[in-house]
């Protein structure tokens, strides 16, 4: 039996929302990572580094997704207007996840950056919005919404290569978490 027009645009919607709810959670991952780093540097309370790690999670999601917009030659105010639509839900989707998550986890909001029980909780946490925000991903994709929209302003249908995004962001929290058991010993 072969597979019918529907199981393939099935198979192919499911590929592109994975690699939306990728390509959103690394933003997110560096925003979050960028504002908790600062935050904690500057010696801030849990609250305004929080809010500072949301507002960098929202900047560089919507950042590494208006850049491909931009090397293809759609204007910078163009490509913020596109992305604003496309990833707006899926990185509130995530952030609200991500947040609940390190808020169950006692401990993990006050852990610090040399702390390992901060980078398991965010590990997970990250692994939780991910599959919060795909079904996200997904429906936006078959209204022709989301990542749909970026995709079709870049006038090609070739499938983005995920590998390099996972592999990151495993990579970063495994080397805060290195970092992290390190500084106990």
Do not use: Q
Request: net charge negative; with cysteine; charged share 10%.
């Amino acid at each position: 039996m072969g597979i019918t027009h529907a199981e393939h645009d099935h198979h192919d919607m499911s590929g592109m929302a994975v690699g939306a709810t990728l390509h959103c959670l690394t933003g997110c991952a560096i925003g979050e990572i960028v504002g908790l780093m600062v935050g904690t540097a500057l010696g801030w309370a849990t609250l305004p580094t929080t809010a500072l790690a949301i507002g960098l999670a929202f900047v560089f999601g919507y950042s590494l997704s208006a850049l491909p917009l931009v090397r293809g030659g759609i204007a910078l105010g163009s490509a913020l207007s596109l992305v604003l639509a496309a990833d707006t839900l899926s990185i509130a989707t995530m952030e609200v996840v991500d947040n609940a998550v390190m808020l169950l986890v006692p401990g993990a909001m006050d852990a610090g950056l040399t702390n390992p029980l901060f980078w398991v909780s965010m590990a997970i946490a990250l692994l939780v919005a991910f599959f919060a925000a795909l079904p996200v991903n997904r429906y936006l994709l078959r209204r022709g919404k989301g990542h749909a929209i970026t995709h079709g302003a870049l006038g090609h249908g070739a499938p983005m290569d995920n590998r390099p995004l996972a592999f990151g962001i495993a990579g970063f929290l495994l080397g805060g978490f290195a970092a992290a058991v390190g500084s106990l010993l």
